[in-house]
């Protein structure tokens, strides 16, 4: 295990790029949890009419995470047909696939708190204006799940730089370059990696609609519009009007009463309040995606 984060710290070194959240990465082991049951007297089984296997959390192998620091986490039940990817080892096949013109500045991996999912961010110095003064910062985003629930994929995302914190914008003009691969069968990572990479060129150029956005003027009908497509109810309206926008040290509010508002600023503001959430990363992604979508089918229809 401690081999493989060399490698990846060494592949992301050759590279000119930094690596944060390496060594929170747990592996995964399958096992049968047992229940603690030390001190027990052994007649006892035999009264109850159990056996040892009964001490067992289950039927069946378990996917288990082992962290770093000796922490063991049960994760679920798997099947005979699951094929286990370590995090480690998906992390480790992506940075194979990364072509040099994605210019990678940097790599962030994020561990879920039962270590189930991990999300590595591999993060390009290449930027595109929106705006003046505002630019974005292409990333590729690999989540994988030793928990059972989702499946190992790839997709593209877009960093904001309004500021040191930044603003994630999943959106769904990423679709055509997403991978999704459930954990069974035969899954030949570096094939599916490099189809990812090979679409980059027209992700670029997707995100050029955003500028379309910046132009669209925002005022209350435009507002109520959004807020009924997201659903948003009075709280959540109420936080998106008082926001402060990064970078911009208003609030939608002010813009919409000075008649500056527009759709640019609303969906940075819809964008910051998730991507300051404590929504665990695929929420936020996925609430990112819906988010684009009611932006795109009431901007560009």
Same mark, same amino acid.
């Given at each position: 295990?401690?081999?493989?984060?060399?490698?990846?710290?060494?592949?992301?070194?050759?590279?000119?790029?930094?690596?944060?959240?390496?060594?929170?990465?747990?592996?995964?082991?399958?096992?049968?949890?047992?229940?603690?049951?030390?001190?027990?007297?052994?007649?006892?089984?035999?009264?109850?009419?159990?056996?040892?296997?009964?001490?067992?959390?289950?039927?069946?192998?378990?996917?288990?995470?082992?962290?770093?620091?000796?922490? @063991?986490?049960?994760? /679920?039940?798997?099947? *005979?047909?699951?094929?286990? =990817?370590?995090? !480690?080892?998906? &992390?480790?096949?992506? $940075?194979?696939?990364?072509?040099?013109?994605?210019?990678?500045?940097?790599?962030?991996?994020?561990?879920?708190?039962?270590?189930?999912?991990?999300?590595?961010?591999?993060?390009?110095?290449?930027?595109?204006?929106?705006?003046?003064?505002?630019?974005?910062?292409?990333?590729?985003?690999?989540?994988?799940?030793?928990?059972?629930?989702?499946?190992?994929?790839?997709?593209?995302?877009?960093?904001?730089?309004?500021?040191?914190?930044?603003?994630?914008?999943?959106?769904?003009?990423?679709?055509?370059?997403?991978?999704?691969?459930?954990?069974?069968?035969?899954?030949?990572?570096?094939?599916?990696?490099?189809?990812?990479?090979?679409?980059?060129?027209?992700?670029?150029?997707? @995100?050029?609609?955003? /500028?379309?956005?910046? *132009?669209?003027?925002?005022? =209350?009908?435009? !507002?109520?519009? &959004?807020?009924?497509? $997201?659903?948003?109810?009075?709280?959540?309206?109420?936080?998106?009007?008082?926001?402060?926008?990064?970078?911009?040290?208003?609030?939608?509010?002010?813009?919409?009463?000075?008649?500056?508002?527009?759709?640019?600023?609303?969906?940075?503001?819809?964008?910051?309040?998730?991507?300051?959430?404590?929504?665990?990363?695929?929420?936020?992604?996925?609430?990112?995606?819906?988010?684009?979508?009611?932006?795109?089918?009431?901007?560009?229809?």
């Amino acid at each position: 295990m401690e081999s493989i984060r060399t490698e990846i710290s060494n592949k992301v070194k050759n590279m000119g790029a930094t690596i944060t959240g390496l060594e929170k990465v747990p592996w995964i082991v399958q096992a049968r949890p047992l229940f603690d049951f030390e001190g027990v007297d052994p007649d006892c089984l035999t009264k109850l009419g159990k056996r040892e296997d009964d001490l067992f959390q289950g039927a069946g192998l378990h996917n288990v995470a082992v962290f770093p620091n000796g922490r @063991v986490e049960g994760l /679920k039940t798997v099947s *005979e047909q699951y094929q286990l =990817i370590q995090h !480690l080892d998906a &992390i480790n096949s992506t $940075l194979d696939f990364v072509p040099t013109e994605f210019g990678l500045e940097k790599v962030q991996i994020l561990t879920s708190p039962d270590g189930g999912r991990v999300w590595a961010k591999f993060m390009s110095k290449n930027n595109i204006e929106i705006a003046p003064g505002d630019d974005l910062k292409f990333q590729a985003t690999l989540q994988n799940s030793a928990d059972t629930s989702k499946v190992y994929r790839m997709l593209s995302q877009v960093l904001r730089l309004v500021c040191t914190n930044g603003l994630m914008l999943p959106d769904k003009r990423f679709d055509q370059a997403s991978i999704k691969k459930i954990h069974k069968g035969n899954m030949e990572l570096g094939d599916q990696v490099k189809i990812f990479f090979d679409n980059m060129d027209e992700n670029f150029k997707a @995100v050029g609609v955003w /500028k379309q956005y910046a *132009e669209k003027k925002f005022g =209350i009908p435009e !507002l109520e519009e &959004i807020f009924d497509s $997201l659903k948003s109810g009075p709280r959540v309206q109420e936080e998106i009007l008082r926001l402060t926008l990064r970078g911009e040290n208003t609030s939608v509010n002010t813009l919409l009463q000075s008649g500056n508002l527009n759709a640019w600023n609303v969906y940075g503001a819809f964008t910051q309040r998730l991507t300051d959430s404590d929504s665990l990363e695929t929420v936020k992604i996925n609430q990112g995606i819906k988010i684009s979508e009611a932006f795109d089918k009431m901007i560009l229809n």
